[in-house]
T-cell receptor
Framework: DAGVTQSPTHLIKTRGQQVTLRCSPI?????VSWYQQVLGQGPQFIFQ???????GRGNFPDRFSARQFPNYSSELNVNALLLGDSALYLC??????????????FGPGTRLTVL | AQSVTQLDSHVSVSEGTPVLLRCNYS??????LFWYVQHPNKGLQLLLK??????LVKGINGFEAEFKKSETSFHLTKPSAHMSDAAEYFC????????????FGQGTELSVKP
């Protein structure tokens, strides 16, 4: 079975531009979460979506937005890019049947570089 | 507030010797705790998880962790390190009342010397 897939794998943008990252969850998983991992740090929670509804939001500015589609895939959008947005963006999917006990399965990530 | 603290940013061991990666947690509720591993240029892989069942949790690749409520610790161990264990390890707590939002520690880089 295919795991969580993300596209693109790498992306280079300049300050002020906008970017869209994509994620396809494992088949049957209805929850998708997004995390930002800056070099040398642990991932930081950005968003969680379940059944196309936002279930949680981390401490990120409004420049960050996301959505989930009827097929449970998801997009993360970042507007007005800053140098500090350079990071590995990770997508995770889960069944979300037992809340905090569910294992989240991570994709390989999208490496975003902002110049 | 719930959080995790990984006590070592870097651990170096020799191949064949034991591994100990330390993690303390803070939680107002009975926590769900995880250890994830991240190899270079790879995604995160779950090693093991604690969800209020047995306090000694066995994971993949010979790793195990013990939940100690009195010490608020969840240390990761392995009896004998292998070269392929070299990676970044993250201790993670899942927020009880936020549907599984994960809070990651800062990570411990494990080096294995031949």
């Amino acid at each position: 079975d295919a795991g969580v897939t993300q596209s693109p794998t790498h992306l280079i943008k300049t300050r002020g531009q906008q970017v869209t990252l994509r994620c396809s969850p494992i088949s049957g998983h209805k929850s998708v979460s997004w995390y930002q991992q800056v070099l040398g740090q642990g991932p930081q929670f950005i968003f969680q979506y379940y059944e196309k509804e936002e279930r949680g939001r981390g401490n990120f500015p409004d420049r960050f937005s996301a959505r989930q589609f009827p097929n449970y895939s998801s997009e993360l959008n970042v507007n007005a890019l800053l140098l500090g947005d350079s990071a590995l963006y990770l997508c995770a999917s889960s069944l979300l049947t037992s809340g905090s006990r569910d294992e989240q399965f991570f994709g390989p990530g999208t490496r975003l570089t902002v110049l | 507030a719930q959080s995790v603290t990984q006590l070592d940013s870097h651990v170096s061991v020799s191949e064949g010797t034991p591994v100990l990666l330390r993690c303390n947690y803070s939680s107002s509720y009975s926590p769900s705790l995880f250890w994830y591993v991240q190899h270079p240029n790879k995604g995160l892989q779950l090693l093991l998880k604690y969800t209020s069942a047995a306090t000694l949790v066995k994971g993949i690749n010979g790793f195990e962790a013990e939940f100690k409520k009195s010490e608020t610790s969840f240390h990761l161990t392995k009896p004998s390190a292998h070269m392929s264990d070299a990676a970044e390890y993250f201790c993670v707590v899942s927020l009880y009342n936020q549907g599984g939002k994960l809070i990651f520690g800062q990570g411990t880089e494990l080096s294995v010397k031949p």
